[in-house]
């Protein structure tokens, strides 16, 4: 617990992780909060739950708002362990 904000973090299990994919692909969820100005930026919101319900109101929401089926939700519940490392000589190629 932290003694200053009395705010505790707590560990839960989950069963998998359940990200939203665009036609089969990751991506990225970008926001504009205002399109005049450029303040306070773009925000980038969360494409991947613990909570399946999550993932799924995501996917009906963004199917119905670009008229389509291409998005889907993936479960996923193992992979390939990485660190930052690793990624960065994979972006310097």
């Keep these: ?9 707590e560990i839960l299990k989950a069963e998998a ?3 939203v994919f665009y036609q089969g ?5 970008r926001t504009h909060l205002n399109s005049l100005q450029d303040y306070p930026g773009p925000k980038y919101k969360k494409v991947s739950f613990s909570n399946p319900g999550h993932a799924f109101n995501l996917m ?5 708002l670009f008229k389509c089926q291409d998005f889907t939700v993936v479960e996923l ?3 390939k362990e990485v660190n930052e ?8 190629k």
């Design 1 to 9: 617990m932290d003694s200053g904000s009395f705010k505790s973090e």
């Design 85 to 92: 490392h690793d990624l960065a000589k994979r972006t310097d």
């Design 17 to 19: 992780i359940y990200a």
């Design 60 to 64: 009906e929401k963004m199917n119905k």
């Design 25 to 29: 692909k990751p991506f990225n969820l």
């Design 77 to 79: 519940v193992e992979g």
